[in-house]
C-alpha cells in the first residue's frame, strides 16, 4: 500500500489498477484492435506499470537506474529461487542417472531371457523393454521428487514477467499511459549515450551489448561437463540463433526497454555464475553431483579459451 501511494503522490490521476477497465474499455471501442492492444492494456502489464511507478515513487532514482533496480530486484527476488530450485533438479537428474543406466543393463538382460522364453521377436522384446523403462524412470521420478518438467517453472514465470515489463515500458515510452509525463520524464531520463528513453539506441551498443550477454549464457550451459541431450543441443542452437535476433530487435525498440533486457540479462549472467559456487550451493543444500567442481570459474574459463581460442 505504502507503494501504491508514493506512486500516486508521483503522478496526479487514476490509479494504475483502476485504469485496466478504462484499457480494456479502449480496446473494445477500438473494435479489432489486435493482440498487442489487448496485450498492451492487460492486467499483468498494468501491474507493471504500477511497480515501475511506485519504485520510482519511492527510491527517487532516475529512470534509468529505476529500471536496472526493477530488473535486479526481479531477477533476485523472483527468478533466483527459482533458479536454485531448478538446481536441485538437475543435480538431483545428474545423481540419478548411473542407477537408470544400471536399472537399463538389468532390464535388457531380463527382457532378452524373458523374449527368448516366450518366443518375442526383436520388435516385441524392445517395446517390452521401453514400456518397463519408462514405468521404472517414473517410479525414480516420484521417488526423488525430481521430474524434468519442474525445471520447466523458471522459464515459465521468468518470459511472461519479462514480456509484461517490457510492454509497460515500451507503453511509457510512447505514451500510451493515463500519465502524460512519464513519456516526458523519460526523455531526460537516461544517461551516457542515452539519454532519451523513448528513442532507440542508434550507436548500438545497447543491442550488441544484449546479443553478447545472451550469448555468454547460452555458452555456458552448453560448455558444463555432463553431455547435452539432444533436446538440449537442439535448444542450444536455438537459443543462440535467438541470441543474435535479439540484437536487431533491441536497436528499434525504446532504450528504455534495451536497457532493462541488458540489465535483465546481465542478472541472469551473474545468478548463472552464483550457481556455479561451491560455497552457494552449499548454502542452499544441492546436492553435490560428479561433474561440480571446487574450482568452477577457472574450470570455466579454461574450457572457454579451449574451444573459442585453440
Known sequence: CVMWRCARRLLPGPPPWGRAAAASA???????????????????????????????????????????????????????????????????LENLKPEMENLAKVLRYEVSVCGKQMGWSEKAARLHFKKNMRRIVSELYVRDNCHPFKATLLMWVQIPVWIFVSVALRNFSVGATCFPTIQDQLSTGGILWFTDLTMPDTTWILPISVGLLNLLIVEMFALRKIELSRFQKYATYFFRGMAVVMIPIAATV?????????????MGLSHNLLLRSPSFRRLCRIPRTKSDSDTPYRDLASTFYAKYFL
Request: net charge neutral; charged share 10%.
Open 26 to 92: 479502449g480496446v473494445r471501442a477500438a473494435g479489432d484492435g489486435g493482440w498487442y492492444e489487448g496485450l498492451a492494456g492487460s492486467a499483468p502489464v498494468l501491474w507493471a506499470e504500477g511497480g515501475l511507478l511506485a519504485l520510482h515513487g519511492l527510491t527517487g532514482l532516475p529512470w534509468w537506474a529505476n529500471i536496472v533496480c526493477a530488473s535486479a530486484a526481479l531477477r533476485t527476488g523472483l527468478t533466483l529461487p527459482l533458479a536454485v530450485h531448478q538446481a536441485h533438479l538437475f543435480a538431483k
Open 254 to 266: 525504446p532504450s528504455a526497454i534495451a536497457l532493462y533486457w541488458l540489465s535483465s540479462s546481465f
